[in-house]
Every structure is written in C-alpha cells, then in structure tokens.
C-alpha cells in the first residue's frame, strides 16, 4: 500500500517554514524522500542508511528527486552517531520493527542527546499496543520478522514512548493510517540541568 500521501498529509502538520533541516533514518530505497522533500523546499532532506543500500538510493534521487535533497550518508544504527548538524525534525519510516530493541533504544538515545528544544521526531511504522497487535496482517510481519531475526519484530508502542519521554520528548501526536501503521511525532523538551 503507499502510503506517502497519508505521511505527507502528517508532515505538513509537523514541519513548520521556519523548519531547515531533516534527517531521515534509514532511507531504504529513497521513495519517501524523493516523494516527500519536494513539498517541503525550505528543508535540506538529509537520507541516510547502510552502506549497501546507497548506491541505490543515490541514483534514484538524482534520477527523480528535488535539489533540497542532500547526498546519502551511511548511517548504521548502533555504529555511527547522527550526523553533526542541527536538525528541526528527524523522519524514520519502517525501521523500529527491522532493529534490535537495543539498537531502537540507542537511536532514541541519540536523539535525546542531539535535537534542541521544540526539534521533531516522526517515527512511522507498525506497532503493538497494549501487546495487541493491530492487525493479523502485522501479527503476520511480526512473525516473518522474528523467523529471520528473533531479536527483530514488531515493537510496544508503551516501550518506544516510555524511552522517548525518558530521553527529554512528549509524544504530541500519535496517529493511525489506513495500512494500520502509526505516525508517532514527538517534541523534544527543554534539557533539565
């Protein structure tokens, strides 16, 4: 299902003109930014993944993306750290269910200790809530996942927003698209001393 005008309808609420920068963790092939950054002209869209996946992604930017986008960067979670820029909003899409919960943990470290005050972070993908799956369709990805990866698969949405608030961000938004995945936005809060 594509869902980049569900994400899009979701992002012109988030993003603000004011807003310069995006990074996105865990590009994939680029769809999402060569869809979405067009519409935001105003934001340096930076796409980031594994090294493996950038060749790809770099020609299908070039090939169909606006000039805001930048080059992809590698970035491993669990290996790199964000790159040292400041960012207004942070965009991952589908990538909590493919990590370890430990990497999903040091990623949202990693946000807490970069973003500034008011910054974004807009977390789609599938989730649990209240250990309940959404759908058998997800109840489905869960256990492919897990066959390849048993330490992959569908995360608690309680897990991921308990993390979050302890990394310094309230969840501001919490939204269902018609593919039963969620949009998650998060602000961050002002550093306490």
Known sequence: MNN???????????????DRRLLEVGSGSGEHAVFLAKHFPQVEWYPTDVSAKLKSMATLIQEKGSKNIQKPARMEVGKDELPKLKFDVIFTADTFHELHWKECKSLIKQFGGR???DSRVVIYGPFKYGGNF?????????????????????????????????????????????????ILVYKRLKFRG
Not at 4 to 18: F, P
């Open 4 to 18: 980049n005008q569900e994400i899009l309808d979701i992002l012109e609420q988030v993003i603000t003109r004011d």
């Open 115 to 117: 973003l500034r005050e």
């Open 134 to 182: 959404p759908s058998p369709d997800i109840e489905a990805l869960d256990a492919s996942l897990k066959a390849n990866d048993p330490s992959s698969g569908i995360r608690s949405f309680e897990d991921v927003n308990n993390a979050m608030i302890k990394n310094g961000f309230e969840l501001i938004m919490d939204t269902a698209l018609a593919d039963r995945k969620q």
